[in-house]
DNA sequence: CTTTTTGCAAACATTTTGCAACTGG
DNA sequence: CCAGTTGCAAAATGTTTGCAAAAAG
């Protein structure tokens, strides 16, 4: 289980008082969401689901068009958010419990580790800028970029 | 002109010195670069070479390959940057002569507008994590959303 | 039984690659 | 002349869409 966002479970509740209907794809591809500890791409969750729930006779149960559909009905519904590591494709992880409460990553250019973290100063860096630009800032992506402790020992 | 990255010639100068030849696609690519103020999509910039050297009877003498194949040359020699505003496609923009000098952009999630500021505070940010993650940090990507005072006015 | 969801195929958008022809220096 | 550059066609990648069949409630 992951340990900052909302549990498998919330997120099926939440699904179901909207109206979705909960089915074998959607809890596996939530289950994968859930469990995994830094954000997933849409063929990390597929692949996940599929290990999940797949079977010999049909290793493949959940489509992948499937898992790009609910992925993104899980962000309009405002359960999992999209994030961007500039890979050339997009990564989601579910949304906190509490909305303030956001974090941001920090990614190794070698070994693709990520860390989150949640000690974000940007909210005076906003002010600033809203006051000077007109801007009302409505959220912001904040990712750096290095190595990690592992890989900076080797060349 | 762009206002913060390097001139049209600067650039040209510094291919010229790593071995590089000028073409007449590369002018006017570099051109395009050079010009814009707000970071450029590799389809913006092929457009926009097009529009300047292209001719009734030749309308696209640059092609959509050379644009791609020569940002990323420009990148791989430090003169351009790319980045991710997570629209799906990257944009670049000059980089600007003082190295030290970056900057991060706030973007219209309505019109699409981008405004460059270089007032950045994720330095001390970056050297906390680095302390407590073991991560060495070596660069980070900061975009601001938000609606920009033009649409802040209608819904 | 009705509406939502799924799978498949196919379309789409961006970016990359292989290779022969071309060209700048 | 000749290494570097280009254009074309084609492929690779990630993502979306149309539609009929399947399934949830």
Redesign the pocket.
């Known amino acids: 289980m992951n340990c900052t966002g909302l549990s498998q479970n919330a997120i099926l509740d939440r699904?179901?008082e909207s109206?979705?209907?909960?089915?074998?794809?959607?809890k596996a591809?939530v289950a994968s969401l859930a469990e995994s500890h830094t954000p997933q791409?849409?063929?990390e969750l597929h692949a996940a689901a599929n290990k999940r729930i797949g079977t010999p006779t049909d290793p493949?149960?959940?489509?992948?068009?499937?898992a790009?559909?609910?992925?993104?009905?899980l962000e309009t519904q405002g359960l999992a958010r999209r994030i961007d590591f500039a890979?050339?494709?997009?990564r989601y992880e579910p949304t906190h419990p509490d909305d303030a409460h956001h974090h941001h990553h920090i990614v190794c250019d070698q070994c693709g580790k990520v860390e989150p973290f949640d000690d974000c100063d940007v909210d005076e860096l906003s002010a600033r800028i809203e006051a000077r630009s007109g801007f009302v800032v409505m959220r912001h992506q904040l990712e750096l970029y290095g190595k990690c402790a592992d890989c900076s020992r080797e060349p």
Request: charged fraction near 15%.
């Open positions: 699904l179901k109206g979705c209907r909960i089915t074998a794809p959607r591809l791409s849409v063929i493949e149960p959940v489509n992948l068009v499937t790009y559909r609910f992925v993104n009905l890979q050339g494709y997009a």
